[in-house]
């Protein structure tokens, strides 16, 4: 089988790889797959209560390289993105940016989830006086 | 400085050794003739080469010259061997014993024949290193029984099955035994009357022989086997195996025969030396590596392990300037992991992690050396990418995390 060059460039030169520091304020973690079906990501997202706003992003993944591409450039691609636009992100874009094939589909599913699971993650920490409400309702 | 790529899958297929080209190729344009023309030099000629060829085989399993019969490969011997048997003792009974890691040559054969109402099967278990207890074969054997079909040793983790004590036990119980040993003919010793084989299946490519041609033994004497023919035609191969022959596949497999014979004792001290070279290597660079399959009774050029937290297929990515092989779901079409690590009872996490090393003829001390290397940098780059090892390092218990999968 072989790879996009895409794929090949995001596992041979992966984005935001690691974790944030244990305890730090305003991070989304979301954990996704599981290790016997051979793919868990697990992609943090470091949000400004203020504005709901995505400032950062880091990954670990365990997964094929078309799951560690995914997950490489879904960081790229959330960062500076309201959360509730990145929200919307759908898995397509993906397969599009990284040239997927139908058996790769499932690692841009996976991504498309990890971005909603920390995002999902991150709002069940924030005070329900958490200014982003207010301020989505501003941007839109 | 190694040659890149270097070729370390050996239990997929192998090069064609020089000298077994130099064998066949006099019988491409020169020395044409078909084996079966019985009025002429070209025909004679080619006969002649058959016969060498059939005697080079024999030899390497202790078997007669007439009791090898010329197929495309082993996928074609496994075929005929449990469809063949299955037909012509079909008077006699219409259960088949066999086990969980066989090759897909011996389970599909055996599915289609229990979907189409022709066969029971029983489909024995193995330990946790990948062995076949006779004793569970004594047990599955009923008053119906008409054939055990196990492989002599396992393709993926080289396991080494107790062949001769499961040969006695069919010989006790009156059934016929196959054995698809291709990937130990001419890498073990195998002796089809020591072991009590019956039939045997094997293959030129696995032994630095070409592709396409292979072939079965089936035993004359004590007792005389008898197999329906699945290809019908001129009648070729005392009627079991109709077609023109393989002339050429043929000399190059009796060739590598030939070499494998008279060179197994070194080859197999060559090959054990490199490959508990580069097990210690992998071994002592990296911690939560898991050995697959039998710790000694294996096939010497086989090395199959597990490296924790790390996905097979990225592996196979990191380190694609070395050939090996997987038993990652993501480098099958299925999407499963190797059916054969999984019947080994580890868990499904190890499964995707398993990476099968195939050491051959043609690799070299470099070689290994520069191969422990690779692998060793890109595992751990690898896991500083892995949440898995992360959990782990922390204390996590992965077995009592709640996955969210869908």
């Known amino acids: 089988m072989a790879y996009s060059e895409k794929v090949i460039e995001h596992y041979t030169n992966p984005r935001n790889v690691g974790s944030f520091a244990k305890g730090e304020d305003n991070v989304g973690t979301g954990v996704v797959g599981a290790p016997e079906c051979g793919d868990v990501m697990k992609l943090q997202l470091k949000i400004n209560p203020e504005n709901g706003v995505i400032e950062d992003a880091k990954f670990k993944t365990f997964g094929c390289g078309s799951a560690i591409a995914s997950s490489s450039y879904v960081t790229e691609l959330v960062k500076g993105k309201h959360i509730e636009e990145a929200m919307t992100i759908k898995n397509t874009v993906i397969v599009k940016e990284l040239n997927l094939p139908p058996v790769k589909i499932h690692c841009s599913v996976l991504a498309e989830d990890a971005i909603k699971a920390a995002i999902t993650d991150w709002k069940s920490h924030q005070t329900p006086a958490s200014a982003q409400e207010p301020r989505k309702a501003q941007e839109s | ?406």
């Open chain 2, 1 to 406: 400085m190694v040659k890149l790529p270097i070729y370390m899958d050996n239990h997929a297929t192998t090069p064609v050794d020089p000298r077994v080209l130099d064998a066949m190729l006099p019988y491409f344009s020169q020395k044409f003739g078909n084996a079966a023309s019985r009025n002429h030099s070209f025909g004679w000629e080619a006969e002649e080469a058959v016969d060498k060829a059939r005697n080079q085989i024999a030899s390497v399993i202790n078997a007669k010259s007439k009791e090898i019969i010329f197929t495309s490969g082993a996928t074609e011997s496994d075929n005929l061997a449990i469809k063949g048997v299955v037909e012509f003792y079909k008077d006699k009974g219409n259960h088949i014993i066999t086990c969980v890691t066989e090759h897909k040559a011996v389970l599909d054969s055996c599915r289609t024949l229990e979907r189409n109402g022709k066969a029971t099967v029983t489909y024995l278990p193995v330990d946790k290193y990948g062995m076949v207890d006779p004793d569970a074969v004594r047990a599955a054997i009923t008053d119906k029984t008409v054939l055990i079909t196990l492989m002599y040793a396992n393709n993926e983790i080289g396991t080494i099955h107790p062949v001769p004590a499961i040969g006695r036990i069919a010989k006790e119980k009156g059934v016929v035994f196959h054995c698809d040993a291709v990937q130990a003919v001419g890498k073990i010793p195998v002796d089809v009357d020591r072991d009590g084989i019956d039939l045997l299946s094997m293959s030129a490519h696995k032994i630095y022989g070409p592709k396409g041609v292979g072939a079965i033994y089936v035993r004359s004497k004590g007792p005389r086997v008898r197999i329906t023919p699945q290809m019908d035609g001129g009648g070729h191969e005392r009627g079991m195996r109709s077609g023109t022959l393989n002339v050429t596949g043929i000399v190059g497999l009796g060739k590598a025969c030939e070499i494998a014979q008279a060179e197994m004792a070194e080859e197999t001290r060559r090959t054990l030396d490199l490959r508990n070279k580069l097990q210690a290597g992998i071994f002592e660079r990296l911690d939560e590596v898991y050995l697959n399959g039998h710790p000694t009774e294996r096939l010497p050029g086989n090395l199959n392990v597990s490296f924790a937290y790390v996905e097979g297929e990225s592996l196979l990515m990191g380190i694609s300037d070395i050939a090996v092989s997987s038993g990652s779901a993501c480098t099958s079409a299925t999407l499963e992991p190797s059916y054969v690590i999984r019947a080994l009872g580890i868990d499904e996490e190890l499964a995707h992690s398993s990476i099968r090393f195939g050491l051959g003829r043609f690799n070299t001390e470099d070689e290994v050396g520069f191969v422990t290397d690779r692998v060793t940098k890109e595992v751990q780059r690898l896991r500083e990418m892995s949440p898995l090892y992360e959990m782990a390092r922390e204390g996590v218990d992965l077995k009592s995390v709640q996955w969210k999968t869908e």
